[in-house]
């Protein structure tokens, strides 16, 4: 057991796309708004800070108790001044309708605004513990990566609704932008715009049960090319290899149909959501919602028992032969 928890942060920090999550490094622009309005609220706050402890310093130490020597008559006794009372009134007063001004500004521009007509986008579920992705568009269904553009433009923005499954939920890659919640029966929205081409890496950020830990996130923002030819190739159906039919079969006969769709597998399958869908499995990175590197050991491991690597998730051990295991393994590397 113990070994199994020391394993899994190792298992995602080798993966050499791994970025560091740093709030003040951002590479989009909700995020790059944010650092900055939280940089101009430490600095505001930062100056009372200063100014207000000195005071305090400077007036323990100015009327400390004297001591037998030092102590002559009562100081003279100053009672209210208008114009101090009104100074230390109205200053806060002007500060607070700043710091509120500025920050509702900001929460508009990302959560307020409405995307174009050509805008991508994207819908997110969260699911106890793993994240759904809905390209409504495209018709593609994945799992806990999303694919967009890279762009350094905030037109070219896409545009995400968050819903979920089950519990509330929080969407968090630090360097695009700040958490939204994922909340069941209610859609929030937000935007991100990845300046860079590369994979993003988050978290969900609200406690949501066992494993929330463990329901990591990465966005891979692509230049237009390979964006393209990812749709292209996430919107097909899935690979049927004669080779492997001994494994389909397997798949098709158990529960797993119950929860996994396999677009083309059949009706067995279809409109299965309960678990992540499978079609393009092996075009994702990861297993187990960002927690394990997608090899065939791993892969293999999960499939075996995903209890042992994921404690508490909501896929049972489906109690295989090894022969069962093998074959239904071999035809989910097909599933390219
Ligand atoms: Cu989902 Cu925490």
């Given amino acids: 057991m113990f070994t199994t928890l020391l394993a899994i942060p190792l298992a995602g920090a080798d993966l050499p796309e791994h970025r560091i999550t740093n709030i003040f490094e951002p590479l989009a622009t909700p995020a790059e708004s944010e650092k900055n309005i939280a940089l101009l609220v430490f600095a505001i706050t930062g100056v009372i800070f200063v100014g207000v402890a000195g005071l305090l310093a400077y007036t323990i130490w100015r009327f400390r108790q004297p001591t037998h020597a030092e102590r002559t008559e009562e100081p003279p006794q100053v009672y209210g001044s208008n114009q101090i009372e009104v100074a230390w009134t109205v200053l806060p007063v002007l500060i607070v309708f700043v710091l509120i001004g500025v920050s509702a500004r900001v929460i508009a521009a990302v959560e307020n605004a409405s995307p174009p007509q050509a805008a991508l986008k994207v819908t997110v579920i969260g699911h106890q513990w793993w994240w759904e992705v809905l390209y409504p568009d495209y018709g593609i269904v994945t799992a806990n990566e999303i694919h ?189």
């Fill in 148 to 336: 967009m553009p890279a762009t350094n433009d905030h037109k070219n923005a896409t545009y995400l609704q968050l819903q979920s499954a089950d519990v509330i939920h929080s969407f968090w890659l630090p360097q695009l932008s700040g958490k939204t919640d994922l909340i069941p029966n209610r859609t929030n929205f937000m935007w991100i715009d990845p300046h860079e081409p590369g994979v993003y890496v988050g978290n969900c950020a609200e406690y949501c049960g066992t494993q929330h830990a463990n329901m990591l996130l990465r966005v891979v923002g692509e230049d237009p090319k390979s964006f393209k030819e990812w749709t292209i190739q996430q919107q097909k159906r899935a690979v049927d290899d004669p080779q492997t039919s001994e494994g389909h079969a397997v798949f098709e006969s158990l529960a797993c149909v119950n929860c996994h769709n396999i677009a083309g597998l059949g009706k067995a399958s279809a409109g299965s959501k309960f678990g992540p869908d499978l079609t393009h499995l092996m075009s994702r990175q990861t297993l187990g919602s960002g927690v394990y590197k997608n090899t065939p050991e791993n892969l293999r491991a999960w499939v075996n028992d995903p209890q042992v690597q994921k404690p508490g998730c909501l896929m049972p051990s489906m109690k295989l032969t090894p022969d069962e295991l093998s074959k239904v393994v071999d035809y989910l590397e097909t599933l390219r």
